[in-house]
């Protein structure tokens, strides 16, 4: 696997598809309208879960999940952003502020360089968690799409284990999915497919989970991909798994498709992969139909985040019906929030040179946002119809 080439390509891509004003400095603000590779990295909490392992063992617990995703295409249009991988939209003013009309606790910023941080509260299975996402997006014109020769729907084969795909490219954009019924453990995302007719993307999985000194896991899993289409002849990819924590590291063997363009009725037409357009319009319209939080149940600074020199600002929320429960996962999810937020403001000036690239230096920014996060709690206020606790954490930055 080459997978430093995805990341040479669209830093090209980006420095040359950006505005650039008087002053030389690059900007994407306000986003226009178009296509754009969402980069991300996502992180879930399970803070609800580690409050209630603390009350009932007095031992601290970490349960983390983080994705990895490359090579993700989304749609911004009438201000608002689709992601395909969380099936959420998410509302992007001129200035870059997030926000989400069916979560209310989403909140973030697009920078003048693509980079972007946003985070809110997700229940699942009743117990709430805090996501956190961070990335770039990076325009995608039709310069740097394939063109209309690609175009089709293609079936491929795994020469080792027969494992068959079926995938559809128009506009510059790579659809797929597997035939067969085996667990995906995700769900297939858009990519894009560049002039030349080569593609690629990735996954990684990271589970951390520590409970008190007694256990701690750190693994990770994931796929690398690696594919090339020649218009009207075949097409072919190479896909590499990898897993690695608790002193394992592997790498298996490539995994290798090959295939061709497929004539009209070889395969009945709902095996066939949507097309970006349609996998956009269908997961916009599924959010639409949902129906939206009442505001009116939610304090004014909750809708609206105070906006200090100096200070940092995160809301929590749990409904429960014991009060002072509610309260405390709620100042739980505020907390995990701020962490997320200074850990960004870490990353921004905590840098380690190697002699190949710049990283990041993970621990050290883990590290310090924790030992920073001295915070108060501003506002509390609970909603008895609702059973309802909502907190305001603010935190002043050195």
């Given at each position: 696997m080459k997978n430093h080439l995805p990341f040479i390509f669209l830093a090209a891509v980006l420095v040359s598809c950006v505005s650039v004003r008087d002053t030389g400095k690059t900007t994407m603000l306000?986003?226009?309208?178009?296509?754009?590779?969402?980069?991300?990295?996502?992180?879930?909490?399970?803070?609800?879960?580690?409050?209630?392992?603390?009350?009932?063992?007095?031992?601290?617990?970490?349960?983390?999940?983080t994705w990895k995703y490359t090579g993700v295409v989304c749609r911004f249009e009438d201000g608002v952003l689709y992601d395909p991988v969380t099936a959420i939209e998410l509302v992007i003013d001129s200035e870059g502020g997030i926000s989400?009309?069916?979560?209310?606790?989403?909140?973030?910023?697009?920078?003048?360089?693509?980079?972007?941080f946003w985070s809110g509260l997700k229940e699942e299975h009743g117990r709430l968690n805090v996501i956190s996402v961070k990335g770039v997006l990076i325009p995608l014109p039709p310069a740097v799409r394939g063109g209309s020769e690609f175009d089709g729907v293609y079936h491929m084969t795994d020469t080792g284990t027969g494992r068959e795909?079926?995938?559809?490219?128009?506009?510059?954009?790579?659809?797929?999915?597997?035939?067969?019924d085996e667990e995906r453990g995700f769900t297939p995302w858009p990519t894009l497919v560049r002039p030349d007719g080569s593609f690629a993307f990735s996954m990684d999985m990271t589970t951390v989970m520590e409970m008190g000194e007694l256990s701690r896991m750190n693994f990770s899993t994931g796929f690398g991909v690696e594919g090339k289409v020649i218009p009207g002849q075949s097409i072919s990819l190479e896909e590499v798994s990898r897993s690695a924590g608790q002193g394992f590291d592997q790498k298996d063997d490539p995994q290798i498709y090959s295939g061709t363009a497929i004539r009209s009725g070889e395969?009945?037409?709902?095996?066939?992969?949507?097309?970006?357009?349609?996998?956009?319009?269908?997961?916009?319209?599924?959010?639409?139909?949902?129906?939206k939080p009442n505001r009116a149940h939610y304090p004014s600074w909750y809708l609206k985040l105070p906006v200090k020199p100096g200070f940092i600002y995160a809301a929590g929320e749990k409904t429960f019906k014991v009060k002072e429960t509610a309260f405390a996962m709620a100042e739980a999810a505020a907390a995990a929030?701020?962490?997320?937020?200074?850990?960004?403001?870490?990353?921004?000036?905590?840098?380690?040179?190697?002699?190949?690239?710049?990283?990041?230096t993970d621990e050290r920014i883990k590290s310090e946002?924790?030992?920073?996060?001295?915070?108060?709690?501003?506002?509390?206020?609970?909603?008895?119809?609702?059973?309802?606790?909502?907190?305001?954490?603010?935190?002043?930055?050195?």
């Open positions: 306000p986003l226009s309208a178009g296509w754009y590779q969402y980069d991300f990295e996502r992180t879930f909490k399970g803070v609800e879960d580690e409050y209630n392992f603390n009350i009932s063992t007095g031992m601290n617990m970490v349960q983390e999940l989400c009309a069916e979560n209310i606790s989403v909140r973030g910023n697009v920078d003048n360089d693509g980079r972007f795909q079926l995938a559809k490219i128009s506009g510059g954009f790579y659809t797929w999915d597997y035939l067969d395969f009945p037409n709902d095996a066939i992969p949507a097309g970006i357009e349609i996998l956009v319009q269908s997961g916009r319209s599924a959010i639409r139909a949902e129906p929030n701020l962490a997320d937020q200074v850990r960004v403001r870490i990353e921004s000036t905590i840098v380690d040179v190697s002699r190949d690239r710049h990283t990041i946002s924790l030992q920073q996060l001295n915070y108060r709690i501003i506002e509390r206020v609970y909603n008895e119809e609702t059973r309802t606790a909502f907190v305001l954490a603010e935190w002043a930055v050195d």
